[in-house]
């Protein structure tokens, strides 16, 4: 375990007692039509799961949901503790700041610095614009940035303009940026979609790391039947709406996914 980085998600992540995530019912409807349809599950904390289900099943909606970037119509969600969904909006700040997420495009500032870029992910917890650039930052958040960077194999690259670096490191940077929140729980959105084979295994692996390592918890998609396969402990796949599937990764098989998903509906 690496001292340096997020001491106080990583004890939260490892001292959490119980769920780091109850979703209850949870509904969510557009214009009446219904893509999530009475969801339960319960993630326990420092695992890996793996979230499959057909294109437009839903899942990027259920996890835009649990931090509520998309209202949820019904339903309850338990996370870290919070209950998310009566979080009023200052209280809904403070607590994303405790979630990191990964999107398939990252949002990086190409003409900054991959350090100032890391930086910003203090603007979670800190503002101002000794949050925004390198030179103004405290001593104190330029060293935890480069131990951030450190912890993704980049701290050699923190004064290069991020729109010099390849897709792989910038996802990377993206991840480094958002362990400067100090998350204690991370969702994954197709991280590995806009990568390369390899270069998308490498994120993937660096992410199940931060559990195996950080005691952090992460939820994640991910289009390829192999990386939910490798970097996950528990798969759960979503289908008409609901959890239709459930099971220790361990249990899990290529061909059994695949019929899962040849069995649904088109979307
Ligand atoms: N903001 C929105 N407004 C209306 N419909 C949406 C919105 N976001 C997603 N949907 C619809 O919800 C369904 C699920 O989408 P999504 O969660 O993106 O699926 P997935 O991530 O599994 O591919 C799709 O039919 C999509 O068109
Ligand atoms: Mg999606």
Redo the contacts with the bound molecule.
């Keep these: 375990m690496n001292a340096h980085i997020a001491p106080e998600s990583s004890q939260a992540g490892s001292t959490q007692v119980g769920p780091v995530l109850v979703v209850d019912g949870l509904v969510k409807d ?1 214009d009446g039509r219904v ?1 999530l349809n009475g969801l339960n599950f319960t993630l326990a904390p420092g695992q890996s799961t793996a979230l499959i ?1 057909a ?7 259920l996890l835009k949901c649990l931090i509520r970037l998309i209202e949820p119509t019904a339903g309850q969600i338990k996370m870290l503790g919070r209950d998310v969904c009566a979080l009023n909006t200052r209280d809904l700040r403070s607590f994303r700041a405790q979630v990191g997420i990964v999107w398939q495009r990252h949002n990086l500032v190409p003409r900054l610095s991959v350090l100032s870029n890391v930086i910003h992910g203090v603007q979670a917890r800190m503002s101002g614009p000794r949050a925004w650039f390198q030179a103004l930052a405290p001593a104190e958040v330029r060293a935890e940035a480069m131990a951030c960077l450190d912890r993704v194999g980049l701290s050699d690259r923190a004064g290069a303009r991020v729109d010099s670096l390849s897709g792989g490191q910038q996802q990377r940077v993206a991840i480094a940026r958002m362990l400067m929140q100090r998350p204690a729980f991370i969702l994954a959105d197709e991280p590995d979609a806009s990568l390369d084979p390899q270069t998308g295994e490498e994120v993937m692996a660096l992410l199940l790391s931060l559990v195996r390592e950080n005691g952090l918890s992460l939820l994640m998609i991910s289009h390829r039947l192999e990386h939910t396969l490798e970097f996950s402990d528990r798969i759960l796949g979503l289908a008409q709406g609901r959890i239709a599937l459930d099971l220790p990764t361990a249990q899990a098989d290529a061909a059994g996914l695949r019929r899962f998903f040849d069995h649904q509906e088109p ?1």
């Design positions: 557009f893509v289900g294109n437009g099943s839903g899942k990027s909606t979307a």
